[in-house]
Antibody, heavy 118, light 111 residues
Framework: EVQLVQSGAEVKKPGESLKISCKGSGYNFISYWIAWVRQMPGKGLEWMGIIYPGDSDTRYSPSFQGQVTISADRSISTAYLQWSSLKASDTAMYYC???????????WGRGTLVTVSS | QSVLTQPPSVSGAPGQRVTISCTGSSSNIGAGYDVHWYQQVPGTAPKLLIYGNSNRPSGVPDRISGSKSGTSASLAITGLQAEDEADYYCQSYDSSLSGSVFGAGTKVTVL
């Protein structure tokens, strides 16, 4: 089955670091871009950035540049999203998504809920 | 404020037709970049509904259609059903941001 499996929900304190993961299976992981999309509580979708696992070419939305780091380990078909110092405003659902032939996102993970609270 | 503008909500009775607009600019839709649409049922991940302006992935019924003209795009749902009640998002590429952009979403309510 073609799928993206994301790591489980996280509860963290402000200032802590965090790395969440997204494992692809059922397709050639290194041949498709993987993006991360944020959805804050009760809000819409925001594109954060994207990585090509084949060569780790990475692009960021200006809104998220410097705030997060996107990486990938092609040997285990896994992409990552990490923070070095979380803020309460990072509380959100984070989706990893596969970019299709165009700039459409044709495969979505189920999301990782990150809660940052003191 | 989103780069792509959608109405916050639309509604219709079962069986009726509703349309959702998505208005962009010369750096995204107007530049010729494709528009894609997603459906998000509350509590679940979004799902691709229309790609490349008007193409339906396998499994999406043909009562759902998309179109694009100039700096705008539209999603139409005919024969509205209770299961269509969800949030709908348009998405495109923006050359000034060098990345993807989403509309703020439209909530469809079936009366």
């Amino acid at each position: 089955e073609v799928q993206l499996v994301q790591s489980g929900a996280e509860v963290k304190k402000p200032g802590e670091s965090l790395k969440i993961s997204c494992k692809g299976s059922g397709y050639n992981f290194i041949s498709y871009w993987i993006a991360w999309v944020r959805q804050m509580p009760g809000k819409g979708l925001e594109w954060m950035g994207i990585i090509y696992p084949g060569d780790s070419d990475t692009r960021y939305s200006p809104s998220f540049q410097g705030q997060v780091t996107i990486s990938a380990d092609r040997s285990i078909s896994t992409a990552y999203l990490q923070w070095s110092s979380l803020k309460a405003s990072d509380t959100a659902m984070y989706y990893c998504v596969r970019r299709g032939v165009g700039w459409d996102f044709d495969l979505w993970g189920r999301g990782t809920l990150v809660t940052v609270s003191s | 404020q989103s780069v792509l503008t959608q109405p916050p909500s639309v509604s219709g009775a079962p069986g009726q037709r509703v349309t959702i607009s998505c208005t962009g600019s010369s750096s995204n839709i107007g530049a010729g970049y494709d528009v894609h649409w997603y459906q998000q049922v509350p509590g679940t991940a979004p799902k691709l509904l229309i790609y490349g302006n008007s193409n339906r992935p396998s499994g999406v019924p043909d009562r759902i259609s998309g179109s694009k003209s100039g700096t705008s795009a539209s999603l139409a749902i005919t024969g509205l059903q209770a299961e269509d009640e969800a949030d709908y998002y348009c998405q495109s590429y923006d050359s000034s941001l060098s990345g993807s952009v989403f509309g703020a979403g439209t909530k469809v309510t079936v009366l």
